[in-house]
């Protein structure tokens, strides 16, 4: 062969071995843009909501995304989106007249590779559709933290970040969780969805164990407004602060211990302690002396899910209490709304997997949730502390259809021990549409 066509055609094949070296390049970025949750990608693997990790390197990888869904879409130089949302029609049997129906929320949220190492995650949260001063609708920031990765299996974060706890608080899309609504014991008792601010650490072992430890802000005992029933309907919903202009006097501490070394298996337990009277001595009833400042707070939770063949079945308890709080009852007295010394709550549901087809599937579920926001008061210094409320007990059943793994429609009905207009308590017929991408 001539000199001249040897040169062609190396020429030729060095053009093609750069055409594919910069093919590989650019799917590296694309794969480096997208969020380390999405590549164990639970749900589009399996329609069924909130998939724990099937091996131990996924539980690492998983663990490494914090709360952010796992779907996502690279927009190229290391920027991925995702969202989701959420429509509910209630109708409650017995008064047909409060039926509703909601786009209760919406989110879009983005992740950012700055490097190998470091990325920032935030998600932007719209409620009820319509957010102005005369509308109950809402527009907050759920979650905006900075994390990064100081080795392969442990890290460190900071920002306003959402709790590690329960099995809902930090995977609450719709396409994850049983029924229309969130189950009440991740509503009333922890507060979902609940963050704070502050700084955290997470990591992972080859033997399956997950943690988390993290110093942030506290809820302020100081909002609780006994006049109204928010403190009813939630004790820590009421005075979280979601770190807008969050006091920050008094901090708390958090804790996670996950062990999924069984593929399908997540047993663990978290905690949130530390003190919630952010020194509010200064604005409590002009500058008198505010008489819940030493008050503090701790909640804990257990809970298990096993998630085998078509099968998933899962448990939670979690108990709380808030110490200090007789002289404050003291201040209240005439109101309707005390401040509980324990509230506690626990589910166990079941849900079977019944029909799938293409990417479609059929998941009929059961329910079953004790709770009591206020299951006792201190004892009032002169005398007998105010009556504990009655516990509640929710029996509920219904069928999440997936259209695709990441779009669900909902149908249940809910059976309530007992009425309560105000908590919005009754027996109800439910439909929901949910998506995430």
């Known amino acids: ?30 794969m480096r843009a ?12 399996s329609p069924r909501p909130g998939s724990v990790a ?120 719709p ?26 650490g997470y ?6 164990w997950q943690w988390d430890l993290g110093l942030v802000t506290s809820p302020n005992l100081g909002k609780w407004d006994p006049s109204s029933g928010e403190g009813r309907a939630s004790p820590l919903g009421s005075i979280h602060q979601e770190l807008q202009l969050a006091k920050a006097h008094d901090l708390s501490l958090w804790g996670r211990l ?14 949130f302690a530390g003190k919630i009277g952010q020194d509010t001595s200064k604005q409590f009833e002009g500058n008198v002396n505010f008489p819940a400042d030493n008050a503090r707070l701790q909640l804990g939770e257990a809970h298990v899910r096993w998630q085998t063949g078509p099968w998933d079945f899962s448990a939670l308890y979690t108990r709380g209490t808030i110490s200090d709080t007789q002289a404050l009852n003291l201040s209240f007295l005439g109101q309707p709304t005390p401040v509980p010394e324990s509230f506690w709550g626990g589910y166990a549901q079941g849900a079977w997997r019944a029909l799938e087809w293409n990417r479609s599937s059929l998941v009929p579920f059961l329910r079953y949730e004790e709770f ?5 008061y201190a004892e009032r210094p002169q005398g ?26 909902k149908i249940d009905y809910q059976n309530f021990h007992y009425d309560d207009a105000l908590l919005n308590y009754g027996n109800r017929f439910d439909l929901g549409i949910g998506y995430q991408f």
């Open 1 to 30: 062969m001539p000199v001249r066509a040897d040169e062609a055609a190396l020429k030729s094949e060095v053009e093609a071995l750069r055409a594919d070296v910069a093919a590989l390049k650019a799917e590296v970025a694309q």
């Open 34 to 45: 997208a969020p380390a949750a999405a590549s164990t990608a639970p749900v589009q693997a």
């Open 54 to 173: 099937t091996s131990v390197s996924d539980a690492g990888a998983s663990h490494a995304g914090g709360g952010a869904p796992n779907p996502g879409t690279a927009l190229g130089d290391g920027t991925t989106l995702w969202g989701y949302g959420q429509l509910d029609y209630n109708r409650p049997t017995s008064r047909p007249a409060d039926t509703q129906f909601d786009l209760s929320r919406a989110v879009i949220g983005f992740n950012h590779v700055f490097d190998d190492s470091t990325r920032i995650y935030g998600e932007l949260e719209w409620e009820h559709a319509i957010a102005s001063a005369s509308d109950k609708g809402e527009s907050e920031v759920e979650q905006l933290y900075i994390e990064h990765a100081l080795a392969p299996s442990y890290g460190v974060r900071a920002g306003l970040m959402l709790v590690p706890i329960g099995l809902l608080n930090e995977h609450h899309e």
């Open 175 to 200: 396409t994850q969780f049983y029924g229309v609504e969130r189950n009440f014991v991740e509503q009333a008792i922890i507060p979902t969805t609940w963050r704070e601010g502050g700084i955290a």
């Open 203 to 208: 990591g992972n072992t080859d033997s399956g």
């Open 258 to 271: 996950n062990w999924l070394g069984i593929p399908g298996l997540n047993v663990g337990a978290a905690v």
């Open 372 to 376: 009591n926001t206020a299951a006792a």
């Open 384 to 409: 007998p502390g105010t009556a504990a409320q009655p516990t509640q007990r929710v029996w509920t059943t219904g069928i999440n259809y997936y259209l695709n793994p990441n779009v669900v429609f």
